[in-house]
């Protein structure tokens, strides 16, 4: 990815709308107060480490890791955090087999050079027994766009292809499906709207006080309606929460 992405996502991911509401549904998948003392718990592929410090805050008497195969994510990453970072591919983890109690991963099977299946059955090798991996992705291919191609991302995904692709990889699917629904039609407006005008900069940036209240308000209330057991059957991304059998 570009370095200028990297330094923007690094500026604005801590409260930026949309980077609020991941850290918070993946780590309501993750479940992390429920994991055993000591646990590791591995962001693959961390960025700037925006889900590797609250990971960190939310895992008490356990070791929050970030790995990252840019040297400059990596960098911002450990500064940002305190946490271990390591330099390596998500395609050849440095971690021993069934060392990790959980890994999550949010939107990093999406990039350019990424081997989905490979990636998958390395995340299997290096989760122990009944490990848990909860992953973030954007959806439909259809929407490939402008913003996909300034941070790198080559492919996106249906909920269905997912699903078998984690099966094959050997594990079990335990919850998943479509989020970012609410505000769906207006994703895909813009899109539709950056591509007819020519903006070849990425979605990620600073937003007004007013635009971010308000769209952290809708995800907010998204993710009361998904605690209460409503999904909806569409959305920009996907978040699958599954487990290598014990």
């Known amino acids: 990815m570009d370095p200028e992405e990297y330094r923007k996502l690094a500026r604005v991911e801590a409260n930026m709308w ?12 993750l479940s992390l107060g429920t994991l055993p003392i000591g646990s590791r718990v591995l962001d693959a592929g961390c960025g700037t480490g925006g889900m590797l410090a609250a990971i960190r805050r939310a895992l008490p008497g356990g070791l929050a890791i970030g790995l990252d195969l840019d040297v400059l994510a990596a960098e911002l990453a450990r500064n940002a955090t305190g946490a271990a970072v390591v330099r390596g591919s998500i395609a050849s983890m440095p971690f021993a087999t069934g060392s990790l109690q959980a890994i999550v991963s949010a939107d990093v099977l999406c990039h350019a050079d990424v081997d989905v299946d490979r990636t998958l059955s390395e995340f299997r090798r290096c989760l122990a027994a009944g490990g848990l991996l909860a992953l973030n992705l954007p959806a439909y291919p259809w929407l490939l766009s402008t913003h996909d191609r300034a941070v790198s991302n080559t492919r996106r995904f249906t909920y269905c292809g997912l699903k078998r692709s984690l099966e094959q990889a050997g594990f079990c699917v335990e919850a998943g499906g479509y989020w970012n629904s609410l505000l769906f039609p207006l994703m895909v407006m813009h899109r539709l709207a950056s591509a007819i005008f020519g903006s070849g900069s990425s979605d990620v940036r600073q937003f007004s006080a007013w635009q971010n209240r308000l769209f952290t308000a809708i995800l907010g209330f998204e993710s009361r309606l998904r605690a209460v057991g409503i999904r909806m059957p569409f959305g920009g991304s996907l978040c699958m929460r599954c487990r290598k059998p014990a």
Do not use: D, I, N, S
């Open 18 to 29: 949309w980077f609020v509401a991941l850290r918070r549904l993946l780590l309501g998948e």
